[in-house]
């Protein structure tokens, strides 16, 4: 049986840049199948959590001029000069426990795990600190669940998107970093 990890990445200070972690936070409890996790911005020790999942699924603000939901499988490639450069500099520049999503997938492929990854999302509309994230990215919670409810389909993992929904209302409403 694959082991399937629904990850949610984020800064939650930073409005729109907290959704897969508010979106995870959501989804503990109701899911059926998987683990959620909830990263945040956790850095370089996440990938103490991921390393033993077969399907890796990230929630997570994307960086996309699309607009509707962002939904992706993703191919680490074996190492090339770029990604490694970029690797390094994201370690340098933020450190460990700074580094992004993508520099931490590609130190899983350098160690030899080679998890099916998908990336789940929406364009962030606002990125600076504030508490929650803005009205119009709230209105996209509905149709993301819906992407990944459809990517999970096929390994028969459950989601109960009401009670998420419901959820992800009070954990933001509760969520006052400021």
């Not at 992706?72 to 500099?89: C, G, H, M, N, R």
């Not at 931490?104 to 990125?127: A, E, Q, S, T």
């Amino acid at each position: 049986m694959k082991r399937i990890a629904i990850v949610g990445v984020g800064n939650r200070i930073m409005g729109d840049d907290g959704l897969g972690s508010y979106l995870a936070q959501a989804m503990q409890g109701n899911v059926e199948g998987a683990d959620v996790i909830d990263l945040g911005s956790a850095g370089v020790n996440a990938i103490d959590y991921l390393k033993e999942y077969d399907i890796i699924i990230i929630l997570d603000a994307v960086a996309v001029d699309q607009e509707g939901v962002y939904v992706s499988e993703e191919k680490i490639d074996e190492e090339d000069a770029d990604q490694v450069t970029s690797t390094v500099l994201d370690m340098q520049i933020s450190g460990s426990h700074g580094m992004g999503i993508q520099s931490i997938l590609f130190i899983l492929k350098l160690m030899g795990y080679n998890p099916k990854i998908f990336i789940i999302g929406h364009r962030p509309y606002v990125l600076e600190p504030m508490n929650g994230i803005s009205e119009k990215l709230k209105e996209k919670v509905p149709q993301i669940l819906d992407a990944l409810k459809d990517v999970l389909k096929p390994y028969n993992v459950k989601i109960d998107k009401e009670r998420v929904l419901k959820n992800f209302e009070e954990v933001i409403s509760s969520d006052r970093p400021f």
